[in-house]
């Protein structure tokens, strides 16, 4: 059986719109379909990517969850940055983006690189702060993102730095 796409914002019920007395569904009341060729790129950007919104407030009502992508150009970084409250999680879907931050060692802090390749995942706690790197001089990396907030936050910074230790 072969049925047609849907097409963006139909949802589960592609038959909604065809019944122009009946009022819209409320945005939380309906699955949504983004396709890929409708993410949004009007979102918070970090120097050296692209985001694009696919699932957030403003696109499909969301209140607790924002995920889209994110492409880093080939041979570039990010800006050193954090997300603010939002847990984050990281999904690659190609390239070998490197995920950098700073750990208070005791003695001082040291970097930890995140080599990464497709199909891996990254955490990023709250408040974290970090960069993205793409090492390789020819491809682009694209990574999946989904935050535990509705909207992308990205606070840039002017560096990186370790978070203090926090007992347990």
């Known amino acids: 059986m072969s ?3 849907t097409t963006p914002g139909e949802g589960f019920h592609p038959h909604l719109h065809d019944a122009p007395d009946l009022p819209a569904a409320p945005l939380q009341s309906r699955l949504h379909h983004i396709r890929a060729d409708s993410l949004d790129g009007d979102t918070a950007q970090t120097g050296g990517m692209r985001r694009f919104a696919a699932v957030s407030g403003r696109a ?3 209140e607790k969850l924002w995920m889209g992508q994110t492409h ?5 970084s990010s800006s050193d940055h954090h997300h603010g409250e939002s847990e984050t999680a990281i999904y690659v879907v190609s ?16 970097e930890i690189r995140l080599r990464t390749a497709p199909g891996d995942y990254i955490f990023v706690p709250p408040y974290v702060p970090h960069r993205e790197e793409n090492p390789d001089p020819a491809d682009e990396a694209v990574v999946v993102i ?7 936050i990205v606070v840039n910074l002017p560096k990186l730095h ?4 926090q007992d347990s």
């Open 72 to 76: 880093v150009a080939p041979a570039t």
């Open 162 to 165: 370790a978070l203090p230790a």
């Open 3 to 5: 049925d047609s796409l």
């Open 95 to 110: 390239g070998h983006p490197e995920f950098v931050f700073l750990e208070d060692a005791g003695d001082g802090e040291r």
């Open 60 to 62: 499909v009502g969301s």
């Open 146 to 152: 989904a935050r535990s907030t509705q909207e992308a």
